[in-house]
């Protein structure tokens, strides 16, 4: 059995979480299932101290093209969506898990949680008031803000974190693509045992892929 389960619900509470600092709401499971309460400030902001993102220079990823609710991308050769519905993964747009070892502890997997529409968040929004949210929301240690990236051309802010749930603890990547008036928040999360080098590598090649329908 593939472990997927403890991964799943934090997963989704990361991603409320990152929306909701965006957006000026309160966390609560309607917020996580695409009901934000309040409304988010401009999608345009005022510049950043951050340095100008820039796009990986990786080739796009070779396996199964993933669809989703107005996107698509594509997952690394063994990834794929599980033929079993895997509890928590409901209120997901999409779930995708690396599938070439049926006897692994841990999955590494990637989803999507879509924003409500008309609610965008921003790299900057995402920079200030994540940490502090990932913290106090979704019981993230570790979290910091790397180099943002670029999706599809457009600028994307780019968090990262542990999360430790039912005794499982694993790395998350966290991405936010945005397209007219909603974003998408893209969460990897891996085994602690993969390396920041490998990870990157996975999750490069998944976004250099994210093509918009």
């Excluded at 796009?55 to 989703?68: Q, R």
């Excluded at 991308?73 to 690396?98: M, S």
């Excluded at 999507?112 to 995402?126: A, D, H, M, N």
Aim: proline share 6%.
């Amino acid at each position: 059995m593939i472990r997927t389960k403890t991964t799943t619900s934090a997963a989704l509470l990361v991603s409320a979480a990152l929306l909701l600092a965006g957006c000026g709401g309160q966390a609560d499971d309607t917020a996580a299932s695409g009901d934000a309460g309040a409304s988010p400030a401009p999608s345009s902001s005022t510049s950043s101290s951050a340095p100008a993102a820039s796009a990986p220079d990786v080739a796009p990823a070779s396996g199964e093209t993933i669809t989703g609710t107005g996107y698509s991308f594509a997952v690394p050769e063994g990834w794929a969506v599980p033929e079993q519905a895997v509890p928590g993964t409901e209120r997901l747009d999409v779930f995708v898990a690396d599938l070439s070892d049926p006897t692994a502890a841990f999955a590494d997997n990637v989803n999507v949680v879509l924003s409500p529409e008309g609610q965008t968040v921003t790299p900057e929004q995402i920079e200030k008031d994540g940490v502090e949210q990932l913290e106090t929301q979704a019981g993230a240690t570790d979290v910091a803000v790397a180099p943002r990236t670029v999706i599809a051309g457009g600028e994307s802010a780019h968090i990262t974190a542990s999360v430790t749930q039912q005794g499982a603890t694993y790395n998350v990547d966290q991405f936010y693509a945005s397209d007219g008036d909603r974003t998408y928040v893209v969460t990897f999360s891996f085994s602690p045992e993969v390396s920041e080098a490998d990870r990157a590598a996975v999750y490069d090649s998944v976004l250099a892929s994210w093509a918009w329908a």
